[in-house]
């Protein structure tokens, strides 16, 4: 039999495989206790008053690179809003509908995750 700790998605199991069997038995134990891991600090984004109904979203994580709308500018459907990075590729995120630009809730530099509430329009 052999030991082995494995990490998934951050969390520490510790895992026994018997050796010599074709049978595959696995048997993972309760995970590990670990030191616990503090979350980054997310920054307050700060949609009160100027919220919008409808949010823009990050399609998945990574670092916002320019914002090329303001709070206030009309938008066509397909517009580009700002330009996130992502795995070294710049990916445009769109206006999703035609609309007036509420808020943008983030600055060119702001690291997000995906799902994070990039901008909102009404």
């Known amino acids: 039999m052999k030991n082995y700790t494995i990490t998934v998605n ?22 590990a206790a670990s030191a616990p891991k503090q979350a980054p600090a997310k920054k307050a984004a700060a949609p009160a008053a100027g919220a919008g109904k409808v949010k823009v979203t990050a399609p998945m994580p990574g670092k916002i690179l320019n914002v090329k709308a303001a709070a206030g500018q009309a938008v066509k459907k397909g517009e580009v809003i700002l330009i996130l990075e992502a795995m070294k590729m710049e990916n445009e995120v769109v ?3 035609d609309g007036t630009i509420a808020s943008i809730n983030v600055a060119a530099g702001d690291s997000v995750e995906a799902g994070d509430v990039l901008a909102t329009l009404n």
């Not at 010599?20 to 309760?30: D, L, N, P, Y």
Request: hydrophobic content about 30%.
């Open 10 to 31: 951050g969390n520490v199991y510790n895992v026994t495989v018997e050796e010599g069997t074709t049978e595959g038995v696995v048997q993972a134990s309760v995970p």
């Open 95 to 97: 206006a999703p509908q």
